[in-house]
T-cell receptor, first 113, second 112 residues
């Protein structure tokens, strides 16, 4: 079945550092890919998405590129802020698997001032 | 704007008791989902629905039942609660599977 694998956290960075959170996926069809963010005590909210190969999703300084050849969708940000501290989830929706949304295990990011 | 509303927000159950979690969305979304979130396990899909009157099993459906009698509501039932069902439950909805999913605030359930 479909699956999403993320790097384990927590990831601890200093403010203004460069962020990369790795995400790879396995899917039988042609999935859409997402990054969701969860702030403490809240539900998840969409950060960015990409629906086909080579698409780049971007939002709030974060970006991720849909790489079909490496089945990856790594999240990057050039300069993190303390307010970016949260848990980040990579997810996919596969049209060959009923379009249900499948999540990775989540990566906790902690940014220190 | 209400978005996705879950009730209740907190609940403590004794082993063997039953309960129903309600999820309501006001965005006319076709798809609705129930997930559980456990420490170190991420979000795991319990059941989902692709439209009114339809339901399907997700990754961890055992011990849960669902119903989607009205398009705006998706109910999650626990017939006989077990301590292993202690978790935070999230409901989500989306127009279709490849569009943005909107999440509720979560229900923290403890089974003792």
């Amino acid at each position: 079945g479909d699956s999403v694998t993320q790097m384990e956290g927590p990831v601890t960075l200093s403010e203004e550092a460069f962020l990369t959170i790795n995400c790879t996926y396995t899917a039988t069809g042609y999935p859409s890919l997402f990054w969701y963010v969860q702030y403490p005590g809240e539900g998840l909210q969409l950060l960015l998405k990409a629906t086909k190969a080579d698409d780049k999703g971007s939002n709030k300084g974060f970006e991720a590129t849909y790489r079909k050849e490496t089945t990856s969708f790594h999240l990057e940000k050039g300069s993190v802020q303390v307010s970016d501290s949260a848990v980040y989830f990579c997810a996919l929706s596969d049209n060959n698997a009923g379009n249900m949304l499948t999540f990775g295990g989540g990566t906790r990011l902690m940014v220190k001032p | 704007n209400a978005g996705v509303t879950q009730t209740p927000k907190f609940r403590v159950l004794k082993t063997g008791q039953s309960m129903t979690l309600l999820c309501a969305q006001d965005m006319n979304h076709e798809y609705m989902y129930w997930y559980r979130q456990d420490p170190g396990m991420g979000l795991r899909l319990i059941h989902y629905s692709v439209g009114e009157g339809t339901t399907a099993k997700g990754e961890v459906p055992d011990g849960y039942n669902v119903s989607r009698l009205k398009k705006q509501n998706f109910l999650l039932g626990l017939e006989s609660a077990a301590p292993s069902q202690t978790s935070v439950y999230f409901c989500a909805s989306s127009y279709y599977g490849d569009t943005e999913a909107f999440f509720g605030q979560g229900t923290r359930l403890t089974v003792v």
